[in-house]
């Protein structure tokens, strides 16, 4: 393992083989994977990971590493996740270590349970890696708090899709009442139907939303636009999965901390944005 | 810099003297933290850190950083907000290259918003570094995974108290119809008045309820309960603050998914645990 990074000083789990390490990999910039993550990625033996997992981080792989693609490419069919999931058992009971390496956070709508449930019912032994999910860091990435304390106390994240493709059955007016900020996962195709449903419970067709693609990647994209003009607007940009979505107050607040511009010399365009006080300003 | 710890091959970002970097350290165990983190950890002159942040992380600072504790000990009275975010502004108005650490995720009930509002306010250059959020991570290390297909397609995260002291004005009848899945930061003194106002909107009595302290440290702390119990149970057990709390049928799967303890050689407690079509179990 000489040629694979290193690790500063601590008790560093030992990957057995037989095992499997479910890991989440982060939003996609490979300096916010964690410091296990990078340990497994110095002993997994096979590397089964989504289309999301980073080029560069699969470059700090164990030298020799076997790397099983199973995500979306362009055409290609995806394996289906029970395949997954019983790949992962096939490839453990071979003796194998295995590092099952995910985007984002395994847990947070990353199909990890499923994954570690199956693990479970088969008696493979397994460990649990979480991740910086795109919900949270992504938006930060974009100069967007999920929370601020002068804007809310409470923070939902969704899927935008069920197992169908349709919106998943949620009580949208229930949750429109209940959650200031909205963050959707996988929504690019359903955004329509639920800024609809979340107008309908009384959401201002004018409140703030951003989309942001590729999120912490050197191609990040973000558009800003209104719960009304938000599925036009994804169109007229040809923007495309995946993105995170995000509604409410909280996307005026790109306006003082959209620190990766800033960073780069450009001027804060607010430095006081409207707060809950002020009325919100559709762009 | 010899002396810190190394990094993997990257084109790490170099932090220059007057700048401050608002960065998470995640939930606990040090290995949950961010490359970029560890990257600022060496280059940092002065870290302005939490008590959530552990002595480890802090071990891992370039030699002859200052560290600044501002978190709340024991008896000590602790610096308010607002002298924090000046202080931040002040360091680096000296040349110094600042970190401000905090334990999880900056954003995320952390008032990392408001200090970078701050900064933005005085002009200080700055970055972010999302960590992990122990909302999510923290019940990952528990073996609570904060959705599943099976389970829930929302997952709402509240902070359990508003500045007085008092739970938050949220709409918490709606609530109660929205999210499936509660994570509760904050909320061990408030924890029998949002269990009173989830119940009386409707949520049974018997919903499960897990507390985690200490999330993901040697010394974690998993108490199993639900929603009419939970704050007796968190009293009988003299658990207290930090702690997360998680409200609904997540915590079910935790009786297949408790992967610490598969790990140290005890059997799974359920390998097919109650899912959303069959009832709950009060335990």
Same mark, same amino acid.
């Given at each position: $393992?000489?040629?694979?990074?290193?690790?500063?000083?601590?008790?560093?789990?030992?990957?057995?083989?037989?095992?499997?390490?479910?890991?989440?990999? #982060?939003?996609?910039?490979?300096?916010?994977?964690?410091?296990?993550?990078?340990?497994?990625?110095?002993?997994?033996?096979?590397?089964?990971?989504?289309?999301?997992?980073?080029?560069?981080?699969?470059?700090?792989? *164990?030298?020799?590493?076997?790397?099983?693609?199973? #995500?979306?490419?362009?055409?290609?069919?995806?394996?289906?996740?029970?395949?997954?999931?019983?790949? &992962?058992?096939?490839?453990? *009971?071979?003796? *194998?270590?295995?590092?099952?390496?995910?985007?984002?956070?395994? !847990?947070? !709508?990353?199909?990890?349970?499923?994954?570690?449930?199956?693990?479970?019912?088969?008696?493979?032994?397994?460990?649990?890696?979480?991740?910086?999910?795109?919900? +949270?860091?992504? &938006?930060?990435?974009?100069?967007?708090?999920?929370? @601020?304390?002068?804007?809310?106390?409470?923070?939902? !994240?969704?899927?935008?899709?069920?197992?169908?493709?349709?919106?998943?059955? &949620?009580?949208?007016?229930?949750?429109?009442?209940?959650?200031?900020?909205?963050?959707?996962?996988? #929504? $690019?195709?359903?955004?329509?139907?639920?800024?609809?449903?979340?107008?309908?419970? #009384?959401?201002?067709?004018?409140?703030?939303?951003?989309?942001?693609?590729?999120?912490?990647?050197?191609?990040?994209?973000?558009?800003?636009?209104?719960?009304?003009?938000?599925?036009? @607007? +994804?169109?007229?940009?040809?923007?495309?999965?995946?993105?995170?979505?995000?509604?409410?107050?909280?996307?005026?607040? *790109?306006?003082?901390?959209?620190?990766?511009?800033?960073?780069?010399?450009?001027?804060?365009?607010?430095?006081?944005?409207?707060?809950?006080?002020?009325?919100?300003?559709?762009?």
């Amino acid at each position: $393992m000489s040629d694979s990074p290193p690790l500063p000083p601590a008790d560093w789990p030992v990957m057995e083989p037989g095992w499997v390490w479910l890991c989440g990999a #982060g939003p996609g910039d490979p300096g916010l994977m964690s410091l296990h993550a990078l340990n497994a990625l110095r002993q997994a033996e096979v590397i089964v990971h989504d289309a999301l997992v980073a080029p560069h981080i699969l470059g700090w792989a *164990r030298p020799g590493a076997e790397l099983v693609d199973v #995500g979306k490419r362009g055409g290609r069919p995806s394996p289906k996740q029970h395949e997954i999931s019983l790949q &992962l058992v096939e490839l453990a *009971r071979a003796g *194998r270590r295995v590092l099952r390496l995910k985007g984002g956070d395994p !847990f947070m !709508f990353g199909r990890g349970s499923e994954e570690a449930r199956t693990l479970v019912r088969h008696r493979v032994p397994f460990r649990v890696i979480p991740g910086i999910t795109a919900g +949270i860091g992504g &938006l930060a990435m974009a100069g967007i708090p999920v929370t @601020d304390r002068d804007v809310n106390q409470a923070v939902t !994240f969704v899927t935008g899709h069920d197992p169908s493709g349709d919106t998943p059955p &949620l009580d949208w007016a229930a949750l429109a009442r209940a959650s200031p900020v909205i963050v959707i996962y996988m #929504g $690019m195709r359903t955004i329509s139907r639920i800024a609809e449903a979340l107008i309908g419970a #009384g959401r201002a067709p004018g409140e703030p939303v951003a989309v942001v693609r590729n999120a912490s990647l050197p191609d990040q994209q973000v558009l800003e636009t209104t719960l009304a003009r938000a599925a036009a @607007d +994804i169109a007229a940009a040809g923007l495309s999965a995946p993105a995170v979505i995000v509604i409410g107050r909280a996307v005026l607040l *790109r306006q003082a901390l959209e620190w990766p511009a800033m960073a780069a010399g450009q001027p804060t365009r607010n430095p006081e944005p409207p707060g809950p006080g002020r009325p919100a300003e559709a762009p």
